[in-house]
């Protein structure tokens, strides 16, 4: 059928299989011309198929000539309705891989669950025999727990509500929106969902099956941010559960001492993904991000933030005083901060195309879902 993009909000309810495989092709394409270094080699991916999660597989890959599993839960194809993005990125960076003499197996289902773990195990030791990284991308906004009871995160503050500027997806118009107080409650279930716990209980399952390598690594990812996004983003529900994930990636690094096992976070930079899109005031910050660092030839978009983590910063152990990688270090110069504190103030409906990259912004969003790519006939029919 002929596919075209059909946006609710901050989703697209459509993917496009061929444009899809065209993100994938193109981020392949960029870190093969930067060449390769030594790294690990058998890495394991959870929350594989989009934003950080794929670029990490995809930088790993191709940077290190590493052989990869990848986790993910994304939804076939079903009559008139296309597979979700992640479904066709998955399915193209396999082939596309394995082309290039790549090991590669993916899995689609809950990461959460105690039997993803297991099937995970069976083909490491199967497969591999031991993994020598984790990559912890999970970006889900609810989680099943082991008793059978589903929890769910909140976009939510801490302590009082919020008011700022926003930008109303459907519409391009800036509007002010009012973030609302998290309960205890929620701030705890978005915790379980976003923080550690899981991590950790991936890790805890594959030092069980005696799976990981002398001196394993693992990543997972956070964002900061800037103060204009504080409230809603590092003092707010998610950035309880972000302090969760960091302490864990401590406790873990102490209690798998003796393998010498590294547990890091890495701070990443805003961009546009399916994760931020949802969260209020963020999209808006991220347009006007994209402006400054584009001006400043500063931007990056997952591919390279993701290569540049793990054939640079990770190779280098080059990490902040409290032992982060801080991908996010040229978003947080002064240079850009300053020109967006100046900007803020005086964007309205009516600058917003001047103020912001709001161009570049849908842009990267339509791509995420494999539309907007210039080499791709969208009139013609596709295999979906």
């Given amino acids: 059928m002929v596919v075209e993009p059909k946006v609710k909000g901050f989703i697209c309810t459509t993917a496009h299989p061929v444009g899809c495989e065209e993100s994938v092709r193109r981020q392949i394409a960029y870190c093969k011309e930067k060449g390769q270094v030594e790294g690990p080699k058998k890495v394991l991916v959870i929350g594989a198929s989009t934003g950080y999660g794929l670029g990490s597989r995809i930088a790993v890959t191709y940077g290190y000539g590493a052989d990869t599993i990848g986790v993910s839960f994304e939804k076939e194809a079903k009559g008139k309705r296309t597979a979700t993005a992640g479904w066709y990125n998955t399915a193209a960076f396999e082939k596309l891989a394995k082309e290039d003499g790549y090991y590669a197996k993916s899995f689609n289902g809950d990461g959460f669950s105690k039997e993803m773990k297991d099937t995970v195990i069976e083909t490491i030791k199967a497969d591999w025999g031991k993994v020598d990284m984790l990559v912890y991308s999970m970006a889900a906004p609810r989680r099943t727990l082991s008793d059978g009871t589903t929890v769910s995160s909140v976009l939510k503050t801490v302590g009082s509500e919020y008011t700022n500027k926003s930008i109303d997806l459907r519409t391009n118009e800036v509007t002010e929106v009012t973030v609302p107080v998290a309960t205890e409650e929620e701030i705890q279930n978005t915790i379980k969902v976003m923080g550690g716990e899981d991590w950790e209980d991936w890790i805890h399952a594959l030092a069980d099956a005696g799976v990981l390598a002398d001196n394993f690594a693992t990543i997972a990812y956070s964002y900061i941010g800037p103060e204009v996004t504080h409230a809603i983003y590092k003092d707010g529900s998610i950035g309880q559960a972000k302090k969760h994930l960091y302490d864990t990636s401590v406790k873990m690094t102490k209690e798998f001492e003796k393998i010498g096992l590294k547990a890091y976070v890495s701070v990443n930079k805003a961009l546009v993904t399916q994760s931020s899109a949802a969260i209020p ?102 295999e979906v």
């Fill in 281 to 382: 005031i963020v999209p808006l910050y991220i347009s006007l991000v994209y402006k400054v660092m584009k001006e400043q030839g500063l931007h990056e978009g997952c591919i390279e933030q993701m290569h540049r983590l793990f054939t640079d910063k990770y190779i280098k152990k080059e990490v902040d005083e409290m032992g982060r990688f801080r991908l996010d270090d040229w978003e947080l110069r002064d240079s850009v901060q300053n020109k967006i504190t100046e900007v803020w103030d005086k964007i309205t409906t009516d600058s917003i195309k001047e103020c912001c990259d709001i161009d570049g912004y849908w842009e990267d969003f339509y791509q995420m879902f494999g539309f907007h790519y210039d080499n791709v006939d969208y009139t013609a029919d596709v």
